[in-house]
């Protein structure tokens, strides 16, 4: 305890211990309030926080959080703070940035998370420079990457709380990234809210930083780290006195206010312990590890939307257009959406409904976004590779060959496709009135961009026909005046209730199925006609589908199925759940449904490209959890669509249900090939090892539900998904001396409708707050895709097999000097991103092997960069790369 005798008051004796006092705010964008309604208090905070500063010399530092959208929120509504802030920032009495949000680590991907921190430093460095330190106060555990990812950014520091083990028993550690990158980790042992409220008494202000120190043993340093502020915490104006007042009253502690930074470079650094890898415990914190499975919506459409930007829309731009026309500030804008929904409390979807809505708007946003330019770069592609066969178009790095839909003129498929839709050379459209018929021809020609010509045709007993001439190749003139004077003249000339038929003419083509050879990879490839030659799909007599890589059968008594006669995949199990968007909760008692009350078998698809096998399960659910138990019946019938393309050696699943029940976990089971004490799962920039268990404390626990990015693998089982990110090992023989899981579940939908609950059987103290959240109950239409491959093909490749598309373009005419072609080959490692940096390609590479690797991008050379662009080494055509390590390459050619 502090000493109060006369000596220590005067400061003689022993030097005090220094205490770093931080003001800060931790401000959530949006959570359990919508972003407007957080931000007119955020602007109420800043509209007090920067004249006091200016006013109160005592007041000597405010840290913003560490993330840019505070600034860039307040200045959108008081845009003449902007010389204010940058003034302050720029004489340290404010701390802006790094991050642009302070985002999830595992429900973003490794690139969002670089855009987010680039976006941050650019915008910091508008008002003086950012705060060099990554600042990570509340994520929900880390990945093993981030000390690598803060390393090359120039950053030494880290600052955490959630996810550090109980074997860190310091202040701080050693974090080490796979690859031995390393920062130091300062901990916060009770989070960024140990001096959230500084009280107006000097000497209760020095008891509670004793306590502290005193409860903290080792896990507080010297000098003391004292975080004063908390969420949404308004700043306290009597600080800077009450700090002075209890200098002079005492001599144990000196205290400070003062900035991270400051603290930081005071901070020991020698003999601290090392951790490498992930920071997933929840041993003194709650690492809230159910946020990867609630509102699936939110995370499929994150899942969707950073692929179409970061591996279809950025390379195709990058590589097919003009350096001139790279899309900078449409790619900007689809970026800002995607990493404002980055923010922990939004892509988590541990907020309000409303929160919900908007982080999908976003998305929606960006996903236009990328969309509109692939179909702008896949033009480019078409005018490149010319002629008048449709282009195959490969956005992956690996060759590839792939299933593609064309359109193709003609009556008949050709040999080697699969007919999906023949579409007659005339089509009746409508049937209308003489008096209206002038108003709807003229808007089937507005709305329709093939009608190149309008034919109005009477016949012999008086009735009209209008024919419109389509055909997309051919260019469109002005149409609608003599089309429409003709219709009207004629209205005039007979009874107005007279019929007109509205038809339209094309030349007849075929919607089909094909499959493609080998495309370069960032390259094309011609289509031409020709038989199946690698696995066609086909339905054999006993009813299994099989292309002579996979054969897949259905059981017709429970709806699951086997692969290569290995039964049991895709048992769907459901249970209950009593808990909330932060975490899972057994209810105290109820059923666990795991086997249809009937099963209906029907084919859909026979190949010989692509067949689809529709099973229909009826079951009956508990309606939701009440006082504890599931209570209630509802029917529900979940059709699942197994689908297996030839040559493939993956089987694509999908399963879609209209879900009318509450308070429930819906998993998907498969049986491992051979029994597995570990997974390994895709996250940022690498794949992470884990084994059956995880680390719990007194406030939570440790459920071994385990976030994966695209893909998992154990047991010889790979499962690649869209944004259904938790999984977990199962079936554990726990009385073998080395236990091993027998199944892999899959968690497809995890229903609650609150944000948090109080006490409960996996979480004794609340999240959060207790609001309604009916929207997280995921009522309505759900369908879950995802792909299992068995055997030990390289699970990134599965994925881009799995979900990253093959693409047509469709030339229209023009020379076609060659078949095939290919903008970028490069070997080695994972390509993470393809884009322009001030008019030169920039690649973003990966090796997420134990291995050293050399990565090949032929024909090229330029500058080793590091996350800043900042020059390391110059390269020609070839450079090696560490086991676990990123590297970004600049291109002078």
């Not at 520091?157 to 028993?169: N, S």
């Not at 060959?401 to 023949?422: F, H, M, R, S, Y």
């Amino acid at each position: 305890m502090a000493n109060e005798d006369d000596d220590h008051r005067s400061g003689r004796g022993p030097e005090p211990r220094t205490v770093h006092i931080v003001p800060h705010t931790h401000w959530d964008r949006e959570w359990y309030r919508s972003f407007q309604s957080f931000r007119m208090r955020l602007v109420d905070l800043l509209d007090g926080l920067l004249p006091r500063l200016a006013a109160d010399p005592s007041y000597a530092h405010f840290m913003l959080d560490g993330q840019m959208a505070v600034v860039d929120d307040y200045l959108a509504v008081r845009p003449d703070a902007a010389g204010t802030i940058r003034r302050l920032a720029s004489t340290g009495r404010i701390s802006v940035g790094p991050w642009y949000v302070l985002m999830d680590e595992f429900l973003v991907s490794g690139e969002t998370m670089v855009r987010d921190l680039q976006l941050g430093l650019d915008r910091a460095a508008a008002f003086g420079g950012a705060m060099e330190v990554g600042y990570l106060p509340d994520m929900f555990g880390h990945v093993a990457q981030m000390p690598q990812l803060l390393a090359q950014f120039g950053f030494s520091h880290a600052v955490v709380w959630r996810g550090v083990p109980a074997a860190v028993e310091r202040e701080a550690f050693r974090w080490e990234a796979p690859d031995g990158s390393a920062v130091r980790a300062e901990y916060l042992p009770v989070g960024y809210s140990n001096g959230a409220v500084v009280p107006d008494d000097a000497k209760e202000l020095v008891a509670r930083v004793d306590e502290f120190c005193a409860d903290g043993g080792g896990l507080v340093g010297d000098p003391v780290l004292w975080m004063n502020g908390f969420d949404h915490l308004m700043p306290q104006p009597h600080l800077g006195r009450v700090v002075a007042e209890a200098n002079a009253i005492q001599g144990d502690y000196h205290l400070e206010v003062t900035s991270l930074p400051a603290h930081l470079a005071a901070a020991r650094s020698e003999g601290l312990p090392t951790w490498r890898g992930e920071l997933r415990s929840g041993a003194r914190a709650n690492l809230l590890m159910g946020v990867a499975s609630n509102r699936v919506d939110v995370h499929q459409a994150e899942a969707r939307t950073t692929r179409s930007i970061e591996r279809v829309a950025e390379p195709l731009s990058a590589l097919w257009l003009p350096a001139d026309r790279w899309p900078a500030a449409f790619l900007a804008e689809a970026w800002l959406e995607v990493v404002r929904n980055a923010a922990h409390d939004s892509i988590c979807a541990c907020s309000i409904d409303e929160v919900g809505a908007a982080v999908l708007h976003r998305f929606d946003e960006a996903q236009a976004v990328a969309d509109g330019l692939t179909d702008r770069a896949l033009r480019a592609v078409a005018h490149a590779a010319g002629g008048d066969r449709p282009v195959a178009v490969n956005p992956s790095a690996r060759p590839r060959c792939a299933t593609v839909e064309l359109v193709l003129p003609g009556e008949d498929a050709p040999a080697g496709t699969q007919l999906l839709e023949a579409t007659p050379p005339r089509r009746h459209l409508h049937t209308t009135t003489r008096a209206e018929a002038a108003t709807v021809v003229v808007q089937e020609m507005v709305i329709d961009p093939s009608v190149h010509a309008a034919e109005v045709q009477e016949g012999p007993d008086g009735e009209i026909t209008v024919v419109l001439l389509a055909d997309a190749d051919r260019p469109r003139p002005a149409l609608v005046g003599g089309p429409r004077s003709e219709l009207l003249a004629l209205a005039e000339a007979g009874p107005p209730e007279g019929q007109v038929r509205v038809e339209k003419r094309t030349r007849p083509t075929v919607r089909v199925l094909a499959r493609t050879g080998e495309v370069a990879g960032f390259g094309w490839r011609r289509w031409a006609p020709g038989p199946v030659a690698d696995g066609p799909v086909r339905i054999d007599v006993d009813g299994a589908l099989t292309n002579g890589v996979l054969t897949v059968e259905v059981d017709p008594d429970d709806g699951t199925w086997s692969i290569d006669g290995r039964p049991g995949f895709g048992r769907l199990v459901d249970d209950g759940d009593a808990g909330d968007t932060y975490n899972w909760c057994p209810p105290e008692g109820g059923a666990v449904v795991e086997r249809p009350d009937a099963v209906t078998v029907e084919v859909l698809e026979s190949g010989p490209v692509r067949g689809r096998v529709r099973v229909t399960a009826a079951f009956t659910w508990p309606e939701a959890v009440v006082d504890g138990y599931r209570a209630g019946a509802r029917s529900v019938e979940v059709r699942t669509t197994l689908e297996l393309r030839a040559g493939e050696d993956l089987l694509r699943v999908t399963h879609d249900l209209d879900n009318p029940c509450r308070d429930h976990r819906l998993r998907a089971w498969f049986p491992l090939p051979e029994p597995a004490a570990a997974s390994r799962a895709e996250c940022a920039f690498g794949i992470t090892e884990r084994g059956l268990v995880a680390e719990g404390g007194p406030t939570e626990v440790g459920l071994p539900t385990f976030p994966s990015r695209r893909f998992v693998s154990a047991g010889g089982l790979t499962v690649a998904h869209e944004g259904l990110l938790e999984y977990e090992l199962v079936d554990v023989d726990a009385t073998s001396d080395r236990p091993a899981a027998r199944h892999l579940a899959l968690t497809l939908l995890r229903c609650t409708g609150v944000i948090s609950r109080g006490p409960m059987a996996t979480r004794p103290v609340p999240a959060g707050p207790t609001i309604a959240a009916p929207a997280a109950q995921m009522p309505g239409r759900q369908q879950l895709r995802y792909a299992l491959h068995v055997g030990g093909r390289d699970p990134y490749a599965v994925a881009d097999d799995a979900f990253l598309p093959m693409l047509v373009a469709r030339p229209r005419g023009g020379p076609a000097d060659a078949d095939e072609g290919s903008a970028l080959t490069i070997t080695g490692a994972e390509v993470s991103a393809v884009i322009r940096t001030d008019g030169r390609l920039t690649v973003r590479v990966f090796n997420p092997t134990d291995a050293p690797t050399t990565v090949t991008l032929e024909g090229r050379r330029g500058w080793l960069v590091d996350l800043r662009t900042r020059p390391i080494e110059p390269f020609e055509e070839t450079f090696a790369l560490r086991p676990h390590g990123i590297a970004t390459a600049v291109l002078d050619i």
